[in-house]
């Protein structure tokens, strides 16, 4: 995402903060819709896989912002603490 950065930035400062923190909500809400559906039979299996990415990479796409948005170093510091627990949880 480094590549991009100068283009999340350029989103933030046209839409602002509140409005790509809106965007997070909708977008992770859209994943697990998305999610909650993937093994449905009455849905085409091609058309949720396609879903599927896309919603994972507007996800990501956000999550970069995130880090930008909020305190980069906290949210690794979590990812870290939570990774060491589950770690430890099933000794792994």
């Known amino acids: 995402m480094k590549k991009y950065k100068s283009v999340l930035e350029a989103i933030i ?10 965007k997070i909500q909708e977008e ?4 697990a819709l998305v999610l909650n559906q993937i093994n449905c ?14 919603e994972l990479a507007d996800v990501k796409i956000l999550m970069a912002q995130a880090e930008m948005l ?16 589950v770690q430890k949880k099933y000794l792994l």
């Open 41 to 54: 039979p009455t849905k085409d299996p091609k058309e949720m896989e396609y879903n599927l990415y896309d």
């Open 70 to 85: 909020f305190d980069r170093e906290r949210i690794n510091d979590r990812v870290k603490y939570k990774i060491e627990k």
């Open 13 to 22: 400062a046209k839409w602002g903060r509140e409005t790509q923190i809106n």
């Open 28 to 31: 992770c809400l859209e994943l």
